[in-house]
């Protein structure tokens, strides 16, 4: 039981022992522990005495010497941040080659390639990055024709790139990829122009598509027109033809031309709406009745000249 007791005992002080002992190892300057992406930079007196740039624990004594404890207290340690890095510039101010006012937006990466120029050559290598970026775009994408300028970015960014790369490397900042991600136009009544000719244009060519379909619906009817036109035309013509055809197939047979000749007669006397008397065949009185009547609704003849009044 007591073992036991023991053990659980020295457990429980291994957690708080074991962290003391590694702390007061480390203060020391005995070993230290580099990060992934990380670098160590080791200065005494004014002078790198040692870098460390691999990731994992490192004795100091076998890659300092005996210098490893004093650095710890007299020196200065300085920890680099080694991963990549993004900047973003926008609206960088250019001219086309046309005169327009232009802005430029570019992308770049960077990271530290010289641990020792990074720290003493520039006192500000990331502003003085930024600041070279700057200029190298103003300088190489100046009077460039507005159509490259809008389209080949590529080129552009390859430009800049190779401007700026041999400087920023002096200062222990390399350069990576760089990339034109945004032209646009600085002047808003520029923009607000170009918006208008956009909107004109646009009207243009939708009255033009209106037009060629108005046209073509034209073409379309009076063609429909022109041949309907034809077809009445033909039948118009082949009506008399075919009555005429008719009619003398009928008058080959006389009764039946008889018989249609009286029938035609009685439908214009009906449609001349005529009044018609019908006397039967021995009703002799009836028509003199109706003779007499008839004189006498008859107006007089007119009286010739030199007869006097009865």
Not at 46 to 73: C, E, Q, T, Y
């Amino acid at each position: 039981m007591s073992l036991l007791i023991s053990a659980l005992i020295a457990f429980a002080l291994s957690f708080a022992l074991v962290p003391l002992l590694l702390g007061l190892l480390r203060m020391f300057g005995l070993y230290t522990i580099v990060e992934e992406g990380r670098c160590h930079v080791y200065v005494l007196f004014g002078k790198v005495v040692g870098i460390i740039n691999d990731p994992g624990l490192h004795i100091l004594l076998f890659k300092l010497g005996p210098k490893a404890p004093i650095v710890r207290w007299m020196g200065r340690l300085y920890v680099l941040d080694m991963r990549i890095d993004q900047q973003y510039l926008r609206s960088e101010p250019v001219n086309s080659e046309e005169g327009a006012p232009m802005g430029i937006g570019i992308w770049y990466e960077m990271f530290i390639s010289d641990p020792v120029a990074f720290l003493f050559k520039n006192a500000d290598p990331r502003g003085s990055l930024a600041a070279n970026v700057s200029n190298s775009t103003v300088r190489c994408l100046s009077n460039m024709k507005l159509a490259d300028m809008l389209q080949d970015r590529h080129t552009m960014s390859q430009a800049v790139r190779t401007e700026v790369s041999p400087q920023s490397h002096e200062w222990g900042y390399r350069l990576g990829s760089v990339y034109i991600r945004k032209v646009h136009f600085r002047d808003a009544q520029m923009i607000s122009q170009i918006e208008e000719k956009v909107v004109n244009r646009l009207r243009q060519v939708t009255s033009s598509i209106k037009q060629d379909g108005a046209n073509q619906v034209s073409i379309i009817t009076s063609t429909a027109e022109r041949q309907a036109a034809v077809e009445f035309a033909k039948a118009a013509a082949a009506r008399p033809r075919i009555v005429g055809e008719a009619l003398n197939q009928v008058a080959a047979d006389p009764d039946v031309e008889a018989a249609m000749f009286e029938i035609l007669e009685v439908q214009k006397i009906v449609e001349s709406k005529a009044r018609i008397t019908l006397i039967p065949e021995n009703g002799g009185f009836l028509a003199e009745l109706l003779a007499s009547s008839s004189r006498a609704s008859d107006p007089p003849p007119p009286l010739q000249k030199g007869a006097g009044a009865s």
